[in-house]
């Protein structure tokens, strides 16, 4: 079984082009920052996983996702080769990515967006639990959980 989940941030705007021919396809190539569980010293707490997405899923890319987008993508990985300019052999590893949804509020992902590729996190005021937080979605006070019927 090739089967693969990830949850990160795309590290820039989804790169979309659209194949030639009578039913044009769009190809969405972009990369995720994994966090990585742990940690050891002197390494990287990420890894930089690079996904490609076609047809509906690559319309969806470009339509919505940007950099700084937290995603939860589910795929395949895919191994693949070809020759470069110099004639040298170039081997390639991609996550097919079959579904990608949203991993955080549209609210949560502009307030985190660039946060880690440099940008400031700029903390904005909580609306009152009445309130829609404007993405749909209520936000629910803390200290609530006792309250909730199921648990």
């Known amino acids: 079984m090739n089967k693969v ?10 790169e979309v082009r659209y194949s030639q021919g ?4 769009a190809i969405a190539r972009f990369s995720l920052a994994v966090d990585r569980r742990f940690k ?6 990420a890894d930089f996983i690079n996904c490609v997405s076609f047809g509906k899923t690559a319309e969806f890319a470009e339509r ?9 993508a589910c795929g395949r990985i895919q191994t693949g080769s070809y ?23 549209k609210a ?18 909580r609306p009152a639990p009445s309130q829609a937080a404007g993405d749909g979605f209520m936000d629910i006070p803390d200290g609530i959980d006792e309250e909730l019927p199921f648990n």
């Open 5 to 14: 989940i990830l949850m990160g941030r795309l590290t820039r705007d989804p």
């Open 40 to 45: 050891r010293q002197g390494e990287a707490d």
């Open 83 to 105: 020759t470069n300019k110099e004639g040298q052999r170039v081997y390639t590893t991609d996550v097919v990515v079959e579904e990608v949804e949203f991993a955080e509020s």
């Open 64 to 72: 919505y996702l940007k950099q700084g987008t937290k995603v939860v």
């Open 22 to 25: 009578e039913s044009a396809m």
């Open 108 to 125: 949560a992902s502009e307030r985190n967006s660039g946060m880690e590729f440099g940008g400031g996190f700029q903390p904005t005021s």
